[in-house]
């Protein structure tokens, strides 16, 4: 009797030996709504690859990228992911507003001067606070990623903000964004990224903005007549995780994720500054649509127009937060 107790005792520790050896590895779905050659769709496959030949996290952990919105859009991958659906996402920052309103400080109109002043800000202390100000939400930030400065698009020339009287503008979901528009007498309409082409397709919308990236990948260019290089605002992205996930992970594994991830956005930042001016280009190329620049006076007519937008929203951000973006131009 004791010997066949001992037998099983014996057979159940080896089997459980054996299943710990064959455990299945932690899968990380990152759900993205970009085509796959953009800032954002090469840094998520960067990731996949960096995690599948780290050595630290070999049969532990698996990556699987979903571009396109295939999985979700950037509304439903927040609930998605504190659901445990997906693991990873990088929603623009024009789309936290419901979980941080400080987060609009980058949808500011004319805010930067350029991307290294977006990079100076979003590294500074005050950049860095920012993106772990949303755990008690439930989500955690990796990092920044960039995309680039907008660019209006309409079915007509825009080079005065009188052009923009009257037009439909979709927008992402942010109430500066919206209120960017209004200043130029336009109405904007908050739609999917998925749903943009279409819109324009169809005439349901005139324009929009967009970084040169997101027009060349997703062909916009082809449905709107015009472009303007306005530069007027940034694009860029929050890398996030749900914290119950992320903190819930051995610390060997978090770390070994982060120096992959760290890698990657750094990627995804060189990227970024190539594909900005190679699909600037491409576009102007195709000669799909008339790509204007604004003159220097033409650009502070908009800036006049459109400025008055930080005071409506100066006590939702903080005005000490805008004075200190505002350094990041110097220098
Ligand atoms: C948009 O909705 O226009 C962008 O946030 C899409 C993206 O991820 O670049």
Request: glycine share 6%.
């Amino acid at each position: 009797m004791k010997k066949a107790f001992l037998s099983i005792t014996v057979a159940v520790t080896l089997g459980l030996a054996s299943l710990a050896a064959h455990a299945e590895p932690t899968v990380i779905k990152f759900s993205h709504v970009v085509a796959e050659n953009t800032p954002k769709g090469l840094m998520a496959n960067k990731f996949k690859d960096l995690v599948a030949a780290d050595p630290a996290l070999k049969d532990k952990v698996t990556v699987e990228v979903f571009p396109n919105s295939q999985l979700f859009d950037d509304d439903k991958v927040m609930e998605a992911m504190l659901l445990g659906d997906v693991q990873l996402a990088a929603p623009s920052l024009s789309k936290f507003q419901k979980y941080n309103p400080q987060l609009l400080i980058y949808d500011l109109p004319f805010l930067f001067n350029n991307m290294a002043a977006v990079d100076k800000f979003q590294q500074s202390e005050d950049g860095q606070k920012l993106l772990t100000s949303m755990e008690d939400k439930g989500y955690i930030g990796l990092g920044y990623l960039h995309n680039g400065m907008k660019q209006l698009s309409a079915n007509k020339p825009l080079k005065t903000p009188e052009d923009a009287k009257g037009l439909k503008f979709r927008i992402q979901s942010s109430d500066v964004l919206a209120a960017q528009f209004e200043q130029v007498g336009g109405v904007p309409v908050k739609k999917p990224f998925s749903e943009v082409f279409t819109l324009m397709q169809t005439k349901a919308i005139d324009g929009s903005e967009n970084p040169w990236s997101n027009i060349y990948s997703k062909k916009f260019h082809e449905v709107q007549s015009d472009i303007t290089e306005s530069d007027h605002g940034v694009l860029d992205y929050m890398v996030i995780t749900s914290a119950e996930f992320w903190n819930g992970l051995d610390e060997d594994v978090r770390a070994a994720l982060k120096k992959d991830m760290d890698e990657a956005v750094a990627y995804g930042n060189e990227m970024s500054t190539k594909k900005d001016a190679e699909d600037k280009q491409a576009i102007i190329d195709s000669k799909r649509s008339a790509v204007y620049t604004l003159t220097a006076e033409e650009r502070q007519k908009w800036v006049d127009v459109m400025k008055p937008v930080w005071d409506k929203f100066k006590d939702t951000i903080g005005a000490d937060l805008i004075d200190k973006a505002l350094k990041a131009n110097e220098g």
